[in-house]
């Protein structure tokens, strides 16, 4: 609703929009700080996301215009040209004690793990740490997603694929970390707010018939499957559950 007006909104819209949202679900607000830290630094990425393809929106256009003239911009053949150099630096320095029989012990280990019912969660980050470059080059190379599956199973897995991005795009804040700390702190608004659906039924029952050890990883999971219910979307828009994983 707020693009509708403007695709460049101020501070004071944040704030305003935001505060409307906790004030009408008071479960997604923060614990600690002002309430909306977390909201505020979010909508400015998602608006921030949702201009970079607006080729042809005037105000964004205008916007860029007014701003673009006092950088200095690369023409695409340099800007191109040096993103290779970087990557063929990055992955040279990466092949370092690694080869074809390596690479392949590697892989046998990961795909031993990804056949145990526990993986070490170490060890599998670890050998997928080490054959990362490998990896990238595999990919260069036109290796297509199927066959990258089949080859690194574990980055069909939620932890696997948030590792992968934090070894393609290095920051301080790892996403599965940030993201589990941030729902963590709104889990038991979620649970109490879902308590007639027919999941809810099935994931109190797995929560009673657990060791107590595993109680926070049910609640979690649980939490995570009833969020989409809570906003009325359908959840097999957004969960598969299979035999194995959910």
């Known amino acids: 609703m707020l693009s509708q007006y403007t695709m460049y909104p101020t501070h004071s819209d944040y704030i305003q929009v935001i505060k409307a949202l906790i004030v009408k679900y008071p479960f997604l607000r923060d614990v600690h700080g002002n309430g909306y830290d977390t ?69 046998k280990v990961l795909n031993d793990q990804h056949r145990t019912l526990h993986p070490d969660t170490a060890l599998v980050k670890d050998r997928m740490t080490k054959i990362f470059a490998w990896r990238r080059r595999e990919v260069a190379e036109g290796m297509c997603t199927v066959d990258l599956l089949k080859r690194y199973p574990f980055l069909g897995t939620s932890a696997g694929l ?44 797995a929560r009673e018939n657990a060791l107590a050890e595993d109680i926070t990883g049910i609640d979690f999971k649980g939490a995570l499957l009833l969020l989409p219910s809570i906003f009325k979307e359908k959840m097999e828009d957004f969960i598969i559950l299979g035999e194995v994983n959910a």
């Not at 659906?197 to 994931?203: A, D, G």
């Open 39 to 107: 909201w505020h630094s979010q909508l400015k990425r998602k608006f921030k996301a949702e201009r970079a393809p607006l080729i042809s929106n005037e105000e964004v256009n205008r916007v860029k215009e007014k701003f673009g003239r006092t950088q200095k911009h690369r023409t695409t053949e340099e800007s191109s040209s040096s993103c290779l150099k970087r990557l063929k630096l990055s992955l040279d320095s990466c092949f370092v004690g690694e080869d074809a029989a390596s690479v392949d012990a590697h892989i």
């Open 162 to 205: 948030c590792d992968e991005v934090d070894l393609m795009h290095p920051c301080q804040d790892n996403i599965c970390c940030r993201f589990s700390e941030n729902f963590t702190a709104v889990l038991r608004n979620v649970l109490q707010m879902t308590k007639d659906l027919p999941l809810k039924k099935v994931y109190m029952e």
